[in-house]
């Protein structure tokens, strides 16, 4: 009989027990339900509430079945519905009327919503840890190629040089504030709501800051009906991972890209590549496209929470059942998809001789010739026409700024000078960007140190 079937005159039916239950996917909050249990009777034997003997034999006999839960030695019961009534089953199973005494003071909705919050918080410094060896090894990337000229792309267009060090702090940039939505999420998380009940609080003198205390919490709820109807923390958690699935998704795209015969920039590792079952020849990379594929996925994860949570009244309902399995498979595709990708990327050939030779063509130097003319005293918009002009010339003759004689440059403009080859040249156009953000190599260096900075912080 259900635990909760007193007020009942007949069980419910099969289907609605099979339609009903949860277990099949929250018993992984199986360690964070007993944990929570554990804090819980321990507070109510310190305050009375129940007889101290009891809560340690309550205690006693929840670390037992954490110890064989632990060990795959438990079988969950899909008739118990969820973890929570499984393990209350189960310990009184085991201790007897004690057994009875541990839902004192507290309702599903409550424990429930601090599981997931235990959870959660683990979660969160999980994947800030891997973002973190992501991170790393960008860095090392970056630092092995403060020299390493490649083409800058807008529209996917060859547009300015730069270097694969700058390229590859792009993403450090874009990870390091992954990182901090994380962090930010676990705050979210972080915060103590049993005793909230089912609603309205309790009547028993639960001391809740000693359970916070007990399960590291920062601080405890402010309100009941906030309580246990909040899911804003999986909201945030989710929210921070399709943001960081983007990110992976766009670090993808560009390696599918740059492993094409067109581009050839990196030769994919034989490990981190698949073949083709009838063309030979192939060597796919799957592993980037299928991380690509993956991210829609947690995509729709963060839609069925927000669609979920949209039109519920307060406080708790069934619906918020469906939480848990969006966030689960939200943080299992984003630990799968981060764990696979850093060590794809750590074995990534990049070629630094095509990458070189691609920053060549394309008239990257383009805005460095406009450039040049200003700093001879020719207005912008001027010298913008004229660097245009420049182009359309060597299209039609097949030639790059650089291949054209001092002669042929003076014919758009009197301006130019000898010391204009030297100027247009990748390595210098590189260089002269100084200033903060830049990719000269000294810029790219002081964004290295100061993003290993914020790692070490």
């Known amino acids: 009989m259900k635990l909760w079937a007193g007020r009942f005159g007949k069980a419910t039916d099969q289907l609605v027990d099979d339609f009903h239950s949860s277990i099949s996917f929250d018993q992984r909050l199986f360690e964070q339900d007993i944990q929570g249990s554990i804090a819980h009777a321990t507070m109510l034997g310190e305050q009375g509430i129940i007889p101290q003997k009891d809560a340690e034999l309550i205690v006693s006999g929840l670390r037992g079945i954490l110890e064989d839960a632990r060990e795959g030695k438990i079988e969950w019961q899909k008739d118990a519905e969820d973890i929570h009534m499984n393990v209350e089953a189960l310990l009184t199973e085991r201790i007897g009327e004690a057994g009875k005494r541990l839902h004192t003071g507290r309702s599903r909705n409550d424990q429930v919503a601090l599981d997931t919050r235990m959870y959660a918080r683990t979660a969160c410094r999980e994947t800030e840890s891997m973002l973190e060896e992501l991170i790393r090894a960008l860095l090392e990337t970056a630092q092995a190629n403060l020299h390493t000229i490649m083409p800058g792309y807008t529209h996917l267009q060859k547009a300015q040089p730069i270097t694969l060090a700058h390229h590859m702090m792009a993403y450090v940039q874009m990870f390091l504030r992954d990182r901090d939505r994380f962090r930010r999420a676990y705050d979210a998380a972080d915060v103590m709501v049993l005793g909230s009940g089912a609603l309205a609080g309790t009547t028993y003198p639960l001391n809740r800051e000693r359970v916070a205390e ?45 492993n094409t015969n067109e581009f050839r920039f ?192």
């Open 266 to 457: 990196v030769e994919m590792d034989d490990g981190f590549a698949t073949g083709s079952s009838i063309m030979p020849q192939k060597k796919n990379p799957d592993v980037a496209e299928l991380i690509r594929g993956k991210t829609g996925r947690v995509y729709g994860d963060l839609m069925t929470l927000l669609t979920v949570m949209k039109g519920i009244p307060l406080a708790y309902n069934k619906d918020m059942q469906e939480d848990k399995e969006a966030f689960f498979d939200a943080r299992d595709t984003l630990v799968k998809g981060l764990t696979v990708f850093t060590a794809m990327l750590k074995t990534v050939t990049f070629r630094k001789d095509v990458m070189e030779k691609g920053a060549a063509g394309g008239f990257t130097n383009a805005t460095d010739c406009a450039d040049y003319l200003v700093k001879k005293g020719v207005p912008f918009r001027d010298a913008h026409r004229v660097v245009g002009e420049l182009v359309a010339h060597c299209l039609n003759e097949g030639k790059a700024l650089l291949d054209l004689s001092l002669e042929e440059l003076q014919r758009f403009h009197p301006a130019f000078g000898e010391d204009v080859f030297e100027d247009l040249s990748m390595i210098a156009c590189v260089e002269k960007r100084k200033i903060p953000g830049a990719p000269a190599p000294e810029m790219v260096q002081a964004a290295i140190d100061s993003a290993r900075a914020r790692l070490e912080k």
């Open 214 to 258: 007990l399960l590291g919490f920062s601080g405890i709820s402010e309100n009941s009906l906030d309580g246990v109807s909040d899911r804003d923390f999986l909201l945030d958690y989710l929210s921070a991972a399709a943001i960081c699935m983007m990110h992976l998704s766009r670090f993808c795209e560009e390696l599918i890209l740059w």
